[in-house]
């Protein structure tokens, strides 16, 4: 076989597997529907995305060792607080710790925000996550307005993305 012939089948072949691999790749978009998902709080109530259809969502992906998500975490609770009246749901989805644990961090730092539990990283695979926190802003009808990775350093910070939501003042 000569080296051009080579050449050519690897360029091929090359093409197939990044072809293959973005056919493959259905990770959430903005301007996209979520994805569906059904996990359980603390206290084993399963809570699904469909039963939050009509209603902005705001999903944060953390872990309790995550350090730049505890440090958001306070602002995460000020959000919930003030914006449940309002229409809003936060729900903040720990990927890998156990209930004991998720437990314990959410009575040692003082919060009541719903936690979600993903102790596979199941839902965190499906929604793509490669970086936590990552935060979903998500509208009324089940479309992802905002996706952010990183932590926020405020409460404006978040306020600023829920302004992309049609939220009840």
Request: glycine fraction near 8%; charge should be negative.
């Amino acid at each position: 076989m000569s080296t051009r012939l080579k050449v050519i089948l690897v360029i091929i072949l090359t093409l197939a597997i990044l072809i293959a691999g973005c056919a493959g790749n259905q990770n959430p978009r903005i301007g996209k529907p979520a994805p569906e998902f059904q996990l359980n709080t603390l206290d084993g109530q399963p809570v699904s995305l469909s039963d939050l259809k009509g209603k902005p969502v705001l999903i944060n992906f953390w872990a309790s060792w995550c350090r730049p998500c505890c440090e958001e975490m306070p602002y995460l609770q000020q959000i919930y607080d003030e914006w449940q009246e309002r229409g809003l749901t936060l729900l903040a989805i720990n990927i890998g710790d156990n209930l004991s644990q998720v437990a314990e961090f959410m009575q040692s730092q003082g919060l009541s925000l719903p936690v979600l539990l993903d102790t596979e990283g199941k839902v965190a695979e499906q929604y793509g996550i490669r970086g936590i926190p990552t935060s979903f802003f998500i509208d009324k009808d089940g479309i992802i307005k905002e996706m952010r990775v990183g932590a926020f350093q405020s409460k404006a910070e978040i306020e600023s993305s829920l302004s992309k939501l049609t939220i009840t003042k």
